[in-house]
Structure formats: structure tokens, C-alpha cells
């Protein structure tokens, strides 16, 4: 294992908080690694004690996604059984039931399961290999797992904020292909898309009975030959992530205290687990930024680990009358910023930090 990256200590993101004399969250280092032999870059080392917060997100659902077509047509199938390993219910567990597909948890029938969606567990889980193995088990003779996946490309290009402890793994195609052929399987359809800053979609099966898919659009090619060029599987690759990363916070930091000194009103927007991290890496607390906003019903009321920013619902953005709002969770700006039209209307500034600073309009 080559190190790449040590952020010290740090809570679990989703560990929020209830009172500010809450219990503080329990901290671990976050230090990351490459695998020198199979390129998967993980964390080194224990999560923090105690019970493990909640933590996910749906498959990506472009609008016009081809993705449900494929599956149906690679299977064959008017019927599918399918395992939703992580519950996202999204691509393409939705689109499928919508036109005739059955799905259901399925885990315990071997051999039987036509589509396995692995959704963004893999880098959830602890026992990576484990969670591979489990459904190739299942897989039947011509199903297909399908996995989405944060690409690492977007780490090795200085997104930082996705490491926490909440992230076990950080996958590239060409480091997921050697955990997929331990297990029997290989990548017959891979795609880019741009969710979450930055997703590949993949279709897997077995690599006894698996046909490559005709059309060049999803050609896994493309990717492993991008991978190799950024130099992805190596520690190289992200020899430029520490510096990255300590600009964006002196930035950050910087910002905050300007905006104080100026007499200016400043909240955040987005409480999830990007912006937590973001936040506590590098040492922001309400002297600096005395809330952030969150449609989230079930985080409004809750303060963010370690840092004790209150979470309140978006109208408090204009009970504030803030002059800055600052959009922690980046790669929804466009959105956020559509949401929050009367803040536009009177002439607040949008600005984010991610990859650099940048204002808004």
C-alpha cells in the first residue's frame, strides 16, 4: 500500500448531532492509500467507534437513460429477478418496474437472480471482495450486475471532500475489473456520466457465458484508456492532492474571515457528507459560518459533527438575509442556486470552493 493522502482526524460525516452538548462524535484518522497490486485506493485503518450513521445514495437516473434498455436487452427477459443490494431503488430498479420487470430482494436464491444492483455500495462496505463474491453467487447463467460508482478520477483531480470515513473504497474501472475477475465476472458495458461530480456506470457478468454489447457508447475501453493516461491505478496520480486540498481550505478559511471583517452575512448550503467533510478538514465552526441550510427535514434541527454548525430549513437563508452563500454540496449548484431565486433577486452572492474558489451567477 503507497499512501496519498492524510487528513488527520476526523468524526464520520453523517454523524450528526443533537444538542451542542451532545456526546462529541467519535474521531479516527482519514488516511488513504493505493493498493500497489490491484489499484483500489481504500482508507487505512478502523472507522470511528461506536454504531455506524446511516449513509447512501440512489443510482443515477439521467433523464432519456438508455441504461434500463440495455439491461432489458442484454437479458432477454420479459420477467427479471432483482436483488437491490443497497435499496436505492433507483437506475434502473425503477425504470424496469415500469415496464413489466419484477423486483424484489432476492439475495438467498442462488444462481437465480437476473439483475443484481450493486448501486454505490462498494464503496460503503468493509468487505469489499465479500460483497463481489455475494453476487456473483446469485447471479444466474446470463444476468447482469450492475454498479455505480464515484469515479477516482474526480479524487486524482483534487475532489478531496468525498473522503470520509462514510467512503471506504475509491474505485476506478480498471481496479474494479481486478476485484470482478477474482469473482468469475467481467465488464461487458461501462458509461460516464456526470453525477455526483463525476459517476461510471457498469454492467458486469459472468466471464463464462458474458457477450460484449454491440454499441461503442459503452464501450469500457474508453475509460481504462482515460484511467491509464491520468495514471489513476498509481500513487502518482495523486501526488498533487495534499496541496489540493490545503489551498481549497486556506481559501476557504480565507473567504469566512474576509466576509466577517467586512461585515458581511455568510451561510453554507448542503449538509451532506461532502460538506461536512469539507467543513471539518478544514476547521470551519460558527465563528465562521454560523449555519447551513438543508431541505432535509430529517437533518434540519441537527448540528454537523465535530464543527457544531446548525442545520435549519432553506427559508433561513433569507431570515438571515445573507450577502454570501456559500453551496457546499458543488456538483448540485446549478439547482440550488434555482432554488433559491429570492436570494438571486436581491443580489446575494453564490460561490463555491470545489474544485477552486469560484462565484456564481
Known amino acids: 500500500m503507497s499512501p496519498i493522502l492524510d487528513l488527520g482526524d476526523q468524526p464520520d460525516p ?3 448531532r443533537d444538542r451542542p452538548d451532545s456526546e462529541p462524535a467519535p474521531e479516527a484518522p482519514v488516511k488513504l492509500a493505493i493498493c ?19 449513509h447512501g445514495h440512489s443510482m443515477a ?32 430498479a425503477t425504470a424496469l418496474a415500469g415496464t413489466g420487470h419484477v423486483a424484489g430482494a432476492v439475495q438467498e436464491l442462488r444462481d437465480q437472480v437476473d439483475l443484481v444492483l450493486v448501486g454505490h455500495a462498494l464503496a460503503h462496505v468493509d468487505d469489499f471482495d465479500g460483497l ?56 461487458i458495458a461501462a458509461q460516464q456520466i456526470s453525477e455526483y461530480a463525476g459517476t461510471v456506470r457498469v454492467l458486469a457478468a459472468s466471464a463464462a457465458t458474458s457477450t460484449q454489447v454491440a454499441d461503442g457508447l459503452f464501450d469500457p475501453e474508453r475509460i481504462r484508456t482515460v484511467e491509464r493516461a491520468e495514471r489513476v491505478t498509481d500513487a502518482s496520480g495523486y501526488s498533487d492532492l495534499g496541496r489540493r486540498a490545503r489551498h481549497v481550505c486556506d481559501d476557504l478559511t480565507e473567504f469566512l474571515r474576509g466576509c466577517r471583517r467586512d461585515g458581511r452575512s ?15 478538514i478544514a476547521g470551519i465552526g460558527t465563528d465562521l459560518l454560523p449555519l447551513v441550510a438543508d431541505r432535509s ?10 464543527a457544531l454548525i446548525p442545520i435549519r430549513d432553506p427559508a433561513a437563508i433569507e431570515e438571515a438575509a445573507a450577502d454570501d ?12 442556486m434555482e432554488q433559491l431565486a429570492m436570494a438571486r433577486h436581491r443580489n446575494a452572492r453564490f460561490v463555491r470552493f470545489m474544485p477552486e474558489l469560484t462565484f456564481l451567477t
Open 61 to 92: 437516473l439521467p433523464v432519456d437513460d438508455p441504461w434500463p434498455r440495455l439491461i432489458a436487452e442484454t437479458i432477454g427477459r420479459d420477467r427479471m429477478v432483482v436483488w437491490d443490494v443497497d435499496g436505492s431503488s433507483g437506475l434502473p
Open 14 to 16: 453523517d454523524a450528526l
Open 325 to 336: 452563500i456559500v453551496i457546499l454540496v458543488w456538483p448540485l449548484a446549478a439547482q440550488i
Open 132 to 187: 463481489i463474491a455475494e453476487a456473483a453467487a446469485v447471479l444466474a447463467p446470463h444476468g447482469l450486475v450492475a454498479i455505480d460508482f464515484h469515479h477516482v478520477l474526480g479524487l486524482a483531480q483534487g475532489q478531496f471532500d468525498v473522503v470520509s470515513h462514510s467512503h471506504r473504497s475509491y474505485l476506478s474501472l480498471l481496479s474494479l475489473e481486478h476485484a470482478l475477475e477474482r469473482n468469475g465476472l467481467v465488464t
Open 297 to 306: 427535514t430529517a437533518k434540519q434541527g441537527r448540528l454537523l459533527p465535530r
Open 266 to 280: 455568510v451561510v453554507g448550503y448542503g449538509a451532506a457528507s461532502r460538506a461536512t467533510a469539507l467543513i471539518n
Open 36 to 54: 500497489s497490486s490491484c489499484a483500489l485506493v481504500q482508507l487505512v485503518g478502523d472507522r470511528p467507534i461506536g454504531p455506524r450513521p446511516e
